[in-house]
């Protein structure tokens, strides 16, 4: 059997809460496949994106592994976690994190300019042409609208081709419609490359678009119910 892209083994986080310490992630024990697409659900504040963090590098646990094609992010040095997000992991945020200063294909190209890859400019065009802005490529974030905004932050998260993406609360700063319009250029990038997905969400309408769901509860992952996920697209 294949070692999973994304081992999560009894993994615990706590943060100082006062005199004391508050328990976000509990023991929590996950497997992930390549090419997967899996939701974490749950409310602001349950730990969702402390688990994203931990899963990156960006954070430690105080107990428990996570893996990475079998390899112990937690073991690595920094300048190895650094080529790791750099290669081979992929984020969206609810926030777009666009360089303001930089046009719509600048931004997709940075990423691309930092592996010193050969064919940059073309990759650009074409993940721009994927998203739908191939005319807006020289416009600057402000420029943009939101729905717009989280193409380009799409295009630039798929520019390296990376094998796993990590979206945290991807459609949070937009309406329904453009939320929507955004979900599904997602899935055809996800699915056009063979990417594996990790997405939090509050929302579990966006959940019901993933291939599995779980849920945050009290510092655990328990499976979601699917009724409640189909229920809330109707």
Do not use: C, W
């Not at 994304?6 to 992930?32: A, H, N």
């Not at 994190?97 to 997709?108: F, K, S």
Request: charged fraction near 25%.
């Amino acid at each position: 059997m294949s070692t999973p892209r994304i081992q999560l083994r009894r993994l615990t986080k706590t943060f100082p809460s006062g005199g004391d310490r508050l328990t976000v992630l509990q023991d929590v024990d996950l497997e992930i496949r390549a090419g997967e697409s899996v939701a974490i659900v749950g409310p602001s504040g349950s730990g969702k994106s402390t688990l994203l963090a931990l899963i990156a590098g960006l954070d430690r646990p105080d107990d428990g592994e996570v893996l990475i094609d079998g390899r112990a992010v937690h073991n690595l040095s920094e300048d190895e976690l650094a080529l790791l997000r750099r290669g081979t992991i992929g984020f969206v945020f609810q926030s777009f994190q666009l360089l303001a200063n930089m046009t719509a294909r600048e931004n997709v190209l940075l990423p691309l300019e930092l592996l010193e890859a050969s064919d940059a400019g073309a990759r650009a065009d074409e993940l721009l042409d994927l998203v739908g802005l191939s005319e807006r490529s020289t416009h600057y974030p402000a420029q943009l609208s939101g729905g717009e905004q989280q193409r380009v932050a799409l295009a630039r998260a798929f520019a390296t081709r990376a094998p796993i993406l990590l979206a945290d609360e991807p459609t949070g700063n937009l309406d329904r419609a453009t939320g929507e319009r955004v979900l599904e250029v997602l899935a055809d990038l996800r699915h056009k490359f063979g990417t594996t997905l990790v997405l939090v969400t509050h929302d579990t309408a966006v959940a019901s678009l993933t291939g599995r769901s779980l849920r945050l509860r009290d510092g655990k992952l328990v499976p979601a119910d699917r009724r409640e996920l189909s229920d809330s697209v109707q």
